[in-house]
């Protein structure tokens, strides 16, 4: 399982951080996720990481603002958000996939709204 928080309004220029916190045996050797879906749009890729280790890969959007990091002993991954854009405002959902990159776990996401 996989339980994502954190959210919350925030003002334009402002930061949040996201937590997930992944319970039971999710993909120990795969990736974890981020992505957001902002209303009226579809989903899409934030930011993601290895378990086992490596260089996150962050879409253009996040690349400079948001940072991801994880524990491996708490099982938790955060997404720290800085400078937000009210183009940033959507439900974010922490997801955890296997070595293909094929997410199969969602977590129940958590909104963040930027106020301009």
């Known amino acids: 399982q996989l339980q994502a928080s954190g959210g919350g309004l925030v003002q334009t220029g402002g930061s949040l951080r996201l937590s997930c916190a992944v319970s039971?045996?999710?993909?120990?050797?795969?990736?974890l996720g981020w992505f957001r879906q902002a209303p009226g749009k579809s989903r899409e890729f934030v930011v993601s990481?290895?378990?086992?280790?490596?260089?996150?890969r962050y879409a253009d959007s996040a690349k400079g603002r948001f940072t991801i990091s994880k524990d491996n002993a708490k099982n938790t991954v955060d997404l720290q958000m800085n400078r937000l854009k009210p183009e940033d405002t959507a439900v974010y959902y922490c997801a955890a996939g296997d070595q293909s990159r094929v997410y199969g776990y969602w977590g129940q996401g958590t909104l963040v709204t930027v106020s301009s």
């Open positions: 039971g045996r999710i993909f120990n050797n795969g990736v």
């Open positions: 990481i290895e378990w086992t280790g490596g260089s996150p």
